[in-house]
Nanobody
Framework: QVQVVESGGGLVQAGGSLRLSCAAS????????LGWFRQVPGKERECVAT????????YYADSVKGRFTISRGDAKNMGFLQMNSLESEDTGVYYC????????????????????WGQGTQVTVSS
């Protein structure tokens, strides 16, 4: 099994920045694509950003392009989401998820394809 833990959420004013971290432990010798998803009450879960296992491919939702940056650590068991120029619409619970992959340079945006999820971290942007 794999455990996923997010951290770094909090309350920030509009225009500010936060950096979310995702730490995977357990069966980390598998290869995983990593994704950040956002859940807002009353709305469908949204894929915010994803990154391939080898880090060569990334995807961003249109709403965060140019403001968010996804990355992963050299050891591959860490993931990050740098969020700049935050807007009130960015408020939500952010989840880190891992998908076991055999193709290392491909990202995945469908949350149903992900195998392991963290508990989520709350991000609140005040206007």
């Amino acid at each position: 099994q794999v455990q996923v833990v997010e951290s770094g959420g909090g309350l920030v004013q509009a225009g500010g920045s936060l950096r979310l971290s995702c730490a995977a432990s357990g069966r980390t010798f598998s290869h995983y694509a990593l994704g950040w998803f956002r859940q807002v009450p009353g709305k469908e879960r949204e894929c915010v950003a994803t990154i391939s296992w080898d880090g060569s491919k990334t995807y961003y939702a249109d709403s965060v392009k140019g403001r968010f940056t996804i990355s992963r650590g050299d050891a591959k068991n860490m993931g990050f989401l740098q969020m700049n120029s935050l807007e009130s619409e960015d408020t939500g619970v952010y989840y880190c998820a891992l998908r076991v992959v055999s193709v290392f340079n491909f990202y995945h945006t469908n949350g149903r394809e992900y195998d392991y999820w963290g508990q989520g971290t709350q991000v609140t942007v005040s206007s």
